[in-house]
C-alpha cells in the first residue's frame, strides 16, 4: 500500500474511522472458490505458482487441520529456532540447526505453502513445500521404508535415466557432512547419506545425490528453467508428518540450498509472494532486469550473512501506526540485532515489551468496538459483527525502507465475527523476533543473496 494512504496524526481517529465506511468485511473473509490472479514474474528466467496447502487452490489437502493445531505448531517452530539461535550465540554456524520442527502424528502445521517441481527423467511432478529456513531439499522415495501419508506416488529414482547417487567422496556430500545433515563416511559405506534432526525428534534420512530438475512457469511452459545436476535428498526414512506433502524444497542460505547450487543461473536471486488463502501467489528466480527502475521495491540490508546462514536476518528499527512510529522501543533488546523473515512461522513474534505498548495503542485504536473472549494464544479480540472494518495500519520500519503490513494481515479471524490481534510477544526480550508469513501476505518479497539485500513491494499479488 502507498505511503500515500498512511495517516499522519495519531489524534484524527474519526477521520481513520470514516475512511473505512467502504471497507467491506467481505474483504477480509477469504473465498470458498480459487480466485487465481495472474501469476507475477513476467521477466523473471522461471517463475511458479506458490497456494496455499488448504486452500482452495491446492491440489492436496491436509487432515484434521485446526486453528489450535496451527498455533501449536508455530509455536513449536518459533521456540527451536530461538533455542538454537541462543545455543550458538550467533547467526554463523546455523544451517546443520535452523531445521523444521514437527510432531510425530499430526500434520505439520507451519509449512502451509507448496509449489510444483518435476524431477528426474521422465520427469515427475512432485507438491513441495517451500522454505526460506532450511537449506537442503528433500522428498520421500519409492524405496521409503518409513514413510508418511503423501498424496501423490513417490519419486523412484531406479526410474530416472538422469539419476545419480552421490558417492561418499564427492565434494559435495564432504559438504553435506560439514554442514552436520550427512552421516561421516566408513569402509562399508559407500554411498552419501543424509540425515535431518527436527526440534521434537522427528527426521528425515536417506541417501543423497543428483537429477535433472524443471520449473515450469504457467508463463513459458514450454521453457522451464533446467538445472540438470541439482542435489537433493532421497528419504527412505522419514519420523513425523508433513503434511501430504512430497517434502522440503530449501530456500536457506546454506551451501547446498537450492539458490546456492544454482547460481551461475538464478544469481542467487528470488522473490516471492504468499497469497491470500483463497488466491495464487509465486516464487520466481533470477532477477528481474526491471528492478533497479521499479520505485516501488525497496531494500533493506541483511545482518550478518556469512556463509552457511541458513536463515535471513533483518534490522528492524522501529514500528509505525498510522504513520506515527511508537516512541520508547528499543530493538537493541532483541537477541543478536536480528529480526528473522520466515516462511514458515505464521505469527510475527516480538519482544514482549515491545508488544506491550503495540497492543495499548491498538486497544486505544479500537476502543469504540466491543472486545471478544480472549482465544488462546491471542490475548486481544475484537467482535465486529455489524461493522466495518477500522483496521490501524502498521508499518515495520528497517534502515532504508518502511512497510507497510497489509490491513489484512494484522488482525486474525479466529471464528466468523471475532478477529484477533495477530501479533504474539516472546517470553523474553533477549529472544530473537520473528516476521513471519501471515504479516508479509500480498507482499513481494525479493532475496537477493548475492547483494547481500532483501527488497519488499506492496500489493505483490492477491
Same mark, same amino acid.
Given at each position: 500500500?502507498?505511503?500515500?494512504?498512511?495517516?499522519?496524526?495519531?489524534?484524527?481517529?474519526?477521520?481513520?474511522?470514516?475512511?473505512?465506511?467502504?471497507?467491506?468485511?467481505?474483504?477480509?473473509?477469504?473465498?470458498?472458490?480459487?480466485?487465481?490472479?495472474?501469476?507475477?514474474?513476467?521477466?523473471?528466467?522461471?517463475?511458479?505458482?506458490?497456494?496455499?496447502?488448504?486452500?482452495?487452490?491446492?491440489?492436496?489437502?491436509?487432515?484434521?487441520?485446526?486453528?489450535?493445531?496451527?498455533?501449536?505448531?508455530? *509455536?513449536?517452530?518459533?521456540?527451536?529456532?530461538?533455542?538454537?539461535?541462543?545455543?550458538?550465540?550467533?547467526?554463523?554456524?546455523?544451517?546443520?540447526?535452523?531445521?523444521?520442527?514437527?510432531?510425530?502424528?499430526?500434520?505439520?502445521?507451519?509449512?502451509?505453502?507448496?509449489?510444483?517441481?518435476?524431477?528426474?527423467?521422465?520427469?515427475?511432478?512432485?507438491?513441495?513445500?517451500?522454505?526460506?529456513?532450511?537449506?537442503?531439499?528433500?522428498?520421500?522415495?519409492?524405496?521409503?521404508?518409513?514413510?508418511?501419508? !503423501?498424496?501423490?506416488?513417490?519419486?523412484?529414482?531406479?526410474?530416472?535415466?538422469?539419476?545419480?547417487?552421490?558417492?561418499?567422496?564427492?565434494?559435495?556430500?564432504?559438504?553435506?557432512?560439514?554442514?552436520?545433515?550427512?552421516?561421516?563416511?566408513?569402509?562399508?559405506?559407500?554411498?552419501?547419506?543424509?540425515?535431518?534432526?527436527?526440534?521434537?525428534?522427528?527426521?528425515?534420512?536417506?541417501?543423497?545425490?543428483?537429477?535433472?530438475?524443471?520449473?515450469?512457469?504457467?508463463?513459458?511452459?514450454?521453457?522451464?528453467?533446467?538445472?540438470?545436476?541439482?542435489?537433493?535428498?532421497?528419504?527412505?526414512?522419514?519420523?513425523?508428518?508433513?503434511?501430504?506433502?512430497?517434502?522440503?524444497?530449501?530456500?536457506?542460505?546454506?551451501?547446498?540450498?537450492?539458490?546456492?547450487?544454482?547460481?551461475?543461473?538464478?544469481?542467487?536471486?528470488?522473490?516471492?509472494?504468499?497469497?491470500?488463502?483463497?488466491?495464487?501467489?509465486?516464487?520466481?528466480?533470477? $532477477?528481474?532486469?526491471?528492478?533497479?527502475?521499479?520505485?516501488?521495491? !525497496?531494500?533493506?540490508?541483511?545482518?550478518?550473512?556469512?556463509?552457511?546462514?541458513?536463515? *535471513?536476518?533483518?534490522?528492524?528499527?522501529?514500528?509505525?501506526?498510522?504513520?506515527?512510529?511508537?516512541?520508547?522501543?528499543?530493538?537493541?533488546?532483541?537477541?543478536?540485532?536480528?529480526?528473522?523473515?520466515?516462511?514458515?512461522?505464521?505469527?510475527?513474534?516480538?519482544?514482549?515489551?515491545?508488544?506491550?505498548?503495540?497492543?495499548?495503542?491498538?486497544?486505544?485504536?479500537?476502543?469504540?468496538?466491543?472486545?471478544?473472549?480472549? *482465544?488462546?494464544?491471542?490475548?486481544?479480540?475484537?467482535?465486529?459483527?455489524?461493522?466495518?472494518?477500522?483496521?490501524?495500519?502498521?508499518?515495520?520500519?528497517?534502515?532504508?525502507?518502511?512497510?507497510?503490513?497489509?490491513?489484512?494481515?494484522?488482525?486474525?479471524?479466529?471464528?466468523?465475527?471475532?478477529?484477533?490481534?495477530?501479533?504474539?510477544?516472546?517470553?523474553?526480550?533477549?529472544?530473537?523476533?520473528?516476521?513471519?508469513?501471515?504479516?508479509?501476505?500480498?507482499?513481494?518479497?525479493?532475496?537477493?543473496?548475492?547483494?547481500?539485500?532483501?527488497?519488499?513491494? $506492496?500489493?505483490?499479488?492477491?
Amino acid at each position: 500500500m502507498s505511503t500515500s494512504f498512511t495517516f499522519t496524526c495519531i489524534t484524527v481517529f474519526f477521520s481513520f474511522f470514516l475512511s473505512f465506511n467502504n471497507y467491506a468485511k467481505g474483504d477480509l473473509i477469504p473465498s470458498p472458490t480459487c480466485k487465481r490472479t495472474s501469476i507475477q514474474g513476467v521477466n523473471r528466467k522461471a517463475s511458479l505458482e506458490l497456494v496455499h496447502i488448504d486452500g482452495p487452490c491446492s491440489h492436496i489437502k491436509r487432515d484434521n487441520v485446526d486453528n489450535e493445531n496451527n498455533f501449536t505448531r508455530d *509455536y513449536e517452530r518459533v521456540k527451536y529456532i530461538q533455542s538454537r539461535i541462543s545455543k550458538n550465540n550467533s547467526f554463523n554456524d546455523l544451517d546443520s540447526f535452523t531445521t523444521i520442527p514437527t510432531n510425530p502424528g499430526p500434520p505439520l502445521s507451519t509449512l502451509n505453502y507448496i509449489i510444483d517441481i518435476r524431477l528426474g527423467t521422465p520427469e515427475k511432478t512432485l507438491q513441495m513445500v517451500f522454505d526460506t529456513g532450511s537449506h537442503l531439499t528433500w522428498t520421500q522415495c519409492y524405496q521409503c521404508k518409513s514413510c508418511y501419508k !503423501q498424496a501423490n506416488a513417490r519419486f523412484n529414482p531406479l526410474n530416472s535415466s538422469t539419476y545419480e547417487a552421490s558417492d561418499c567422496l564427492d565434494d559435495t556430500c564432504e559438504e553435506l557432512i560439514s554442514s552436520g545433515q550427512g552421516l561421516s563416511c566408513s569402509k562399508n559405506v559407500h554411498l552419501c547419506h543424509y540425515r535431518i534432526y527436527y526440534g521434537d525428534r522427528s527426521s528425515s534420512r536417506g541417501f543423497f545425490g543428483k537429477d535433472r530438475l524443471a520449473l515450469y512457469s504457467n508463463l513459458y511452459p514450454t521453457k522451464p528453467g533446467i538445472t540438470d545436476e541439482f542435489y537433493f535428498g532421497c528419504g527412505i526414512l522419514m519420523k513425523g508428518n508433513f503434511g501430504r506433502t512430497a517434502g522440503i524444497f530449501g530456500l536457506g542460505r546454506g551451501e547446498l540450498s537450492f539458490m546456492s547450487q544454482t547460481s551461475s543461473q538464478y544469481m542467487e536471486t528470488f522473490s516471492y509472494c504468499i497469497p491470500n488463502i483463497d488466491n495464487v501467489g509465486y516464487i520466481t528466480f533470477g $532477477p528481474d532486469p526491471d528492478a533497479d527502475r521499479d520505485e516501488r521495491i !525497496q531494500y533493506t540490508p541483511l545482518v550478518n550473512p556469512q556463509a552457511g546462514l541458513s536463515h *535471513y536476518a533483518l534490522n528492524i528499527t522501529g514500528i509505525a501506526i498510522d504513520g506515527d512510529i511508537l516512541m520508547g522501543l528499543d530493538f537493541n533488546q532483541i537477541d543478536h540485532g536480528g529480526f528473522i523473515i520466515d516462511s514458515g512461522c505464521v505469527l510475527t513474534r516480538l519482544p514482549p515489551s515491545i508488544y506491550a505498548k503495540l497492543r495499548s495503542v491498538y486497544q486505544q485504536r479500537m476502543s469504540y468496538y466491543p472486545s471478544a473472549p480472549k *482465544y488462546i494464544p491471542f490475548d486481544t479480540c475484537y467482535d465486529l459483527s455489524g461493522f466495518h472494518y477500522p483496521i490501524p495500519e502498521m508499518s515495520f520500519v528497517f534502515p532504508g525502507v518502511t512497510v507497510d503490513l497489509p490491513r489484512e494481515a494484522t488482525f486474525h479471524e479466529i471464528k466468523p465475527k471475532q478477529y484477533c490481534l495477530a501479533f504474539m510477544p516472546n517470553e523474553y526480550d533477549s529472544q530473537t523476533s520473528i516476521f513471519g508469513n501471515l504479516q508479509q501476505k500480498t507482499l513481494e518479497i525479493v532475496h537477493d543473496n548475492l547483494g547481500n539485500k532483501v527488497g519488499f513491494r $506492496p500489493n505483490g499479488c492477491g
